[in-house]
């Protein structure tokens, strides 16, 4: 008698404890994978910036860790949302473009001009780098959160 192990798909999480790991996932990605990015070019002289940098922020006086980790938690909602229905390896590189691409482009073209910086990190492309680098970061620990967190477990079935 051959014993072997089936797994089924793992069924859909409800879309509020998708988005609120997505929530979670994101801001803890922050903190580990962003700024371990962030860390590691910075040791190598890539960036001037230090990481997990815990200066205020205006206009409310925020840490800017702080700042950045509730920010990560707002884009992991945005990406929970959009990237729902992909499951895996596409999930989980999907998640990793989607940081490269869409907060890096929101910090350039967006919060930079709003903070009196240039726009695309003044067309340096060694700076350039930078954002799309921690930000894919970013984008693969908050897929690797939702994934371990996002959905429900599904018992393994032996036969």
Do not use: C
Request: proline letters at 8%; zero cysteines.
């Amino acid at each position: 008698m051959a014993t072997h192990t089936m797994r089924h798909d793992a069924a859909t999480p409800s879309l509020a404890r998708w988005l609120i790991v997505g929530f979670i996932s994101g801001a803890l990605s922050v903190v580990i994978f962003h700024q371990g990015a962030a860390a590691f070019l910075h040791a190598i002289g890539m960036t001037p910036r230090a990481p997990y940098a815990m200066t205020a922020t205006a206009p409310f006086g925020i840490p800017a860790l702080w700042s950045i980790a509730f920010w990560g938690g707002v884009w992991g909602v945005v990406l929970a949302a959009m990237l729902r229905n992909l499951r895996d390896g596409a999930f989980v590189v999907s998640a990793v473009i989607f940081g490269a691409i869409l907060p890096t482009l929101v910090a350039w073209l967006v919060v930079a001009p709003l903070k009196g910086q240039p726009v695309a990190a003044g067309f340096v492309p060694a700076a350039m780098i930078i954002g799309p680098f921690v930000n894919a970061a970013w984008g693969l620990g908050t897929a690797i959160g939702l994934e371990l967190l996002g959905r429900p477990q599904v018992p393994r079935v032996r036969r």
